[in-house]
């Protein structure tokens, strides 16, 4: 993220500036999980954090007050490209 904040759907401004997030999320592609935790079998020279900076993933950013996660896909820049919101919190803003 290049950008330091961004105002929500709601008005709530979400601040980018704490690192790692405390309502930041990464959604990982599940075979790209694995191979972080298992590694390339038996005989890989490869660690876990070399492994976890090499895989894509998604990042999204929980808004504290209205419940909305922003999705940003790192390589598209800053422009989320989508949002969503669990069900059981209802319509909301
Ligand atoms: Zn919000």
Redesign the pocket.
């Known amino acids: 993220m290049a950008v330091s904040s961004m105002r ?5 401004v979400i601040s980018f500036s704490a690192i790692p997030h405390p309502n930041g999320f990464k959604i990982v592609p599940e075979e790209a999980w694995d191979h972080v935790v298992h590694g390339s079998g038996p005989g890989g020279d490869d660690d876990a954090v070399t492994r976890a900076r090499e895989i894509s993933y998604w990042l999204g950013y929980e ?1 504290t ?4 996660m922003w999705i940003f896909e790192p390589a598209a820049g800053d422009t989320p490209i989508a949002v969503w919101r669990r069900e059981d919190l209802g319509e909301g ?1």
Do not use: L, M, T
């Not at 007050?65 to 909305?68: M, S």
């Open positions: 929500c759907r709601c008005g709530s808004c007050a209205c419940g909305w803003a």
